[in-house]
């Protein structure tokens, strides 16, 4: 065992070591993430921005372990609204795959799918040899960070700062998250039509709101449906694009719980 341990040792750092882009220039790409946006490399690096990209799969668990970091560090440079856009690179999965992903882990930057949004390709085009592989990318395409490792908030935030992010408030705030045991949403993911059933009792007056990522109310549910004893709604939501929502329960104009919703074609 003695002699197998520095064995074990060089293969763990000789595959962190190739765990990063062979590259030291970017490739331009077009993807289109999971709510159908497409993004388009050189668009965003020639408005000045610097590029982090998450190269990563949904099943990898230190992919999975590390997606709350990056969520926050997207967050510390102003949700991609200031000089600096975060996004996810998928391997192998599909939209679905991906929007689960990031329901669970509580990512809300524009994600890719290896699949349908053209992930796989882009893995192959920048030789990733292993995920997570998290990379920055300066303005004029050089690949300032061929691997950030582990890909911690602490990490993350401190080689952005290095290549010359700037740190900055989301202009989109994030709904806050509270007593998500008051809903109960089925099924979800949903394609069509939502069943909404409430979990309180002696509530009057209450309305239900579903909202996007960008924070665009897309379905308003008035009190009328309470009055009379009623827990339970139906949502149609078949005319909607497929992505994360948000469901929000008011009393009065009181938000007192919020539901992640994905739907999905």
């Known amino acids: 065992m003695k002699k197998l341990l520095p064995f ?35 668009d965003i690096l020639n408005a000045g921005n610097l590029v982090v990209i998450d190269f990563y799969s949904t099943a990898c668990g230190t992919c999975q372990q590390y997606a709350p970091d990056m969520q926050m560090a997207y967050e510390e440079f102003g949700c991609n609204s200031g000089n600096v856009f975060f996004m996810g690179i998928d391997k192998g999965n599909t939209n679905q795959d991906v929007m689960e992903f990031d329901s669970i882990y509580g990512v809300h930057y524009p994600n890719v799918s290896g699949q349908e949004g053209g992930g796989n390709q882009v893995h192959l085009l920048y030789e990733i040899q292993a995920t997570p592989t998290t990379i920055v990318i300066q303005p004029d395409a050089y690949i300032y960070v061929p691997q950030i490792y582990p890909p911690s908030y602490a990490n993350v ?10 740190a900055q408030q989301c202009l989109t705030s994030l709904p806050e998250w509270k007593n998500s045991e008051m809903l109960c949403i ?38 009328k449906l309470y009055y009379s004893g009623k827990h339970a709604v139906f949502a149609d939501l078949s ?12 009393e009065n104009s009181t938000v007192i719980s919020t539901q992640k919703l994905i739907l999905t074609r």
Do not use: W
Not at 12 to 28: E, G, P, R, W
Not at 157 to 166: E, H, L, P, R
Not at 239 to 250: A, I, R
């Open 186 to 223: 089925s099924p979800n993911p949903v394609r069509n039509y939502v069943n909404i059933k409430l979990h309180l009792e002696d509530a009057k007056n209450l309305h239900i709101k579903i909202f996007n990522l960008t924070g665009q109310e897309v379905t308003h549910i008035g009190s």
């Open 239 to 250: 005319g909607k694009p497929e992505g994360l929502y948000f469901v929000q329960l008011l």
């Open 8 to 42: 074990i040792i060089f293969v763990f750092v000789f595959s962190l070591s190739k765990a990063q882009t062979m590259l030291d220039t970017a490739i331009n790409f077009t993807v289109k993430d999971v709510n159908g946006n497409t993004i388009k490399l050189y």
């Open 157 to 166: 935030v401190d080689s952005v700062y290095s290549a010359g992010g700037i």
